[in-house]
């Protein structure tokens, strides 16, 4: 597995670090050799409007998807198996889902901004062991939109033709059109790919990804556990941590 | 000393001297043994008492002597009318400048000015006679029949005299109205039922006038529904849901801190929206808890879709019940009332709640614990509308909407459906309210969101604002849902000018709808649904109209921006998704015009109703709009058999039809959507100062414009037109 990966730096940044690293240089990375891709500028997400005297961080317009503008950035991807197999709620056909990538990335402040209206697919795709290519949508457990780090999971439905043998060469990994996942099928998902054909989108970014052996949990619930330390540690104005007492706000609200 | 013998030539000298002043001693001062004369027999009775104290005792001073025989004989020989049974009649009021003069309410926030009127013209009132107003604790039919004595509350009856002059001359304000006590325990008014007791005798007698001898208080006052309730509460910070989907198990509790001492609590679940949190919503479960209710807000599934939220509201409405016993170390075991059910959802979780319930309605989910009747209220705070009418879709639920004008995410903008919140409502067959906010958006509803505020500079009311309309309309239809408190029913349809809860910032516009389910409650003339003809009403009556550009359609914008053209007559109408059948009408004027609906005999006696009402806004951005660039309005117009018409006008009652929220994009112009209010007039008032309007035989409802009638200007949309009860 960690063949598939070329890894830019060889150190796991912390995210304070990270982003400081990503504001200084404005470089994506690349995955298997594919050209490099710029990386949209993470907008300020705490600046107020001062029109209207609303604390709050200002909801941003959303930037037309799917574009390279907009692909995000892998920080880190976790093979995982699943042993007790569930129902994704991600796509409209509810496939069994027994393993695939535990994933965080970085990605445009102002697709990662939570929204009542449909907001942008998550999307992966990459080559089957059989040469297939492959499309999923990405299960998210938090938005992002502070921090700019989103906690995702890349699941691999053992009922699609190329699902027992996904593997992530030639990974892609971008936003697709705006629509509830619960709705997506996969004459859709077919669809966002010749779309991210289109619009130019052939590979994904990374700084820095650990790939080991698949990390095996139990069931969902393992899942979510693990993906909620993925989001105290990346995103903690998201995290939901039951003891908590105090409401994840942010800062100026 | 109380007892002063007097000799019988003292007393009639006493009594050909000069006339003593004194009040009238009820319906018929000087009729003594109440045979309807003031004759001899009284006379017998002032002499066979003299001395003491009594019914003889006309003058009220505690002794029955001269002054007594004096006002006897100068009313010698007069013959009295038969004395009239009681009445039942709406007497607590706010006056109004002009005709006609009253509106008759019964709700005034505590520490307001109450004010009672009396019309003559329908009551047998005679100038310058002296009754005595009671307020006494609210009493349900089978209490006043047990109970006649009148206890004035304030401590003592109030004495009010007619005049001559009609209604207006006969307003009275209640003294020390503004101390009366609102104070209602668990219920956020009290009721009180008020008591003109005509002969002064102290009891609810022949003759005498109420308001409120039915079950219904009179007058209620009500604390203001934004302030925090009588009880503490407790708030447990999270709780795991057994058999919620897994990464949305958690919830937070809010439950009153002496819970174990009450009754079970009807229970409330809150159902946030995408990108929320469950721990934001913290100013709403513990305002609810402080006012009786157990309160959860829960993760919930909002990322995949509208499907997967309902779902974790399902669960977790399913988990609180079943876990009771253990959640909060037990402190709420046996305490939750699952019949009484309340849900709210916002955004995401406003149309999950609503898809939660339908699902169940379609029998496509069985919940554990509760079921569809338990259900018996659905509140959405700006929902989406992403699954249409066939999946979100309240049914006959009891539904209220609160929506923000100034939401830059559920924007209510003509592109997109989904958008949109009013059909929502529209679907709803059941009770349904609306209350659209000027100046809220669309995470002011919560205490964390992003600022979408998309509005005019200087209108916006922030969290605060939003919040505090949130938690009086919330509470207000709780408790008129879940408790039966019929007076929280007023906030849902009175203006703010007339009763605000005192948390709401008097400058917020709020544009609030009330429309009752079909019931015998309601006799609708015209909702534009069954008869597509602009000269057929739905009723089945001739409509005949001098308006202009006169449209009945779908309640649908068709091209996709909020730009005024004549191609889309419905500009601005955003209630109907394409798959929706909510019709109204839409039409126009720049003089005095009108639009007049018979009405069939078989609707024709409204006797037994208390309002006209109308659903009606401005037609935004249109040319009229811009020109009159404020509040319309118009008049109502009943005539019955006879050929007797009787006109009350909006502006009479400080109605009128708002300007739409003056926010700019999707085209050019200014105005947000078409916003609708509800407008109710009183039946009453058409009869007020003794028209003669026989309201058994009403033949023609008719809406006047221009001229006399109301702006001289404007474009209307129009839906609901009917009769309707309290």
Redesign the interface.
Known sequence: MSSEIIQMKNETMAPKKLNNFLTANMIACCIAGTSAIAFAQVAN?AQ??P?????????PALPATPSIDTVPMIVSLQPVTIKES?AT??RSEHQQVSSGWLMVIRGDSRIL???????PLLLASGTGADGSVWIESVE??N?G?ISGYRVCFIPSTAQEKSGADRTTQGLRVWFGSPK????VDAKALQSELKEADRAGIVAAIAVKVEVSAPKVLA???E??TT??ALITRWAPD?S?D????V????AN? | MRYRPLSLQVVIALASSAMLSVAAHGACPGDINGDLRVDAADLSMVLSNWGGSGTADLNSDGFVDGADLTVLISLWGQVCPPPQPTMEIRLACFPLTDAPYASFVQTFIAGTTVTIAVDPGLTSIQVGATADFFVVAARTTAQWAANDLLTDVRGAAQPITFASGGISANRFTVTGGETLSGDGGLSVGRGYDLVIDMDRNGRFSLGDLIDGGDDRAGLWISRDPTATGPLAVTTL????AVGA???FT?ARLWYPTNVASMAPCPLVVISH????????Y?YLGAHLASWGYIVISH?N?T??????SSTTTLQHTSAIIAQQATVASGAINGKIDASRITWIGH??GGEGIVRGYDRIFDATYTPTGYGLSNIKFLCSI?P?D?LGVNSSNPHAANFMLLWGAAD???SGTPT?S??WSFDLAERSVGFRNTVYVHGA???DFN???????VGP?GT?I?NAGAQAVAKAFILAGIKYHIEGETAMKEFLWRPSSTLRPTGVVATTTLVKELVPPASSSVKSIDNFQTQTSTTLSSCGGTVTSTVANLSEALSRDTDATYTWSTANPHNGSIRATASDTGRMIAWDWNSAQNMEWAVPVSLGDVSAMDFIEVRVGQGTRHPNTVTLNGGATFSIVLRDAAGIEVRVSSSAQGEAVNRPYQRTGDGTGTGWQNELRTIRLRLRDFQSGGTGINLAQIVAVRIEVGGTAGSATGRFILDDLQFTKE
């Open positions: 997400p107020n409007n029109a209207q005297n609303n604390p709050g961080p200002a909801l569930y709620d991600f901004a939570p929204r009542a209206l449909a907001e998210w457990f938005h939109f509830l996942p619960e709705s069931n969902r619930d899942l979510v993906a909620n998201e939901q039951g003891a908590s007492t409401p994840a706000v942010p609200k | 910070s999270s709780y795991t989907t897994a990464g958690l929206g995408n990108g929320h949190l469950y721990t934001w913290d993760q599934n990322v995949p879709g509208i499907e997967t955004s995401r700006s989406t992403f830059g995410d559920v997109s989904v958008a958006d669309h995470n205490c964390c969101g992003t600022n979408d505020f500079t916006a922030l």
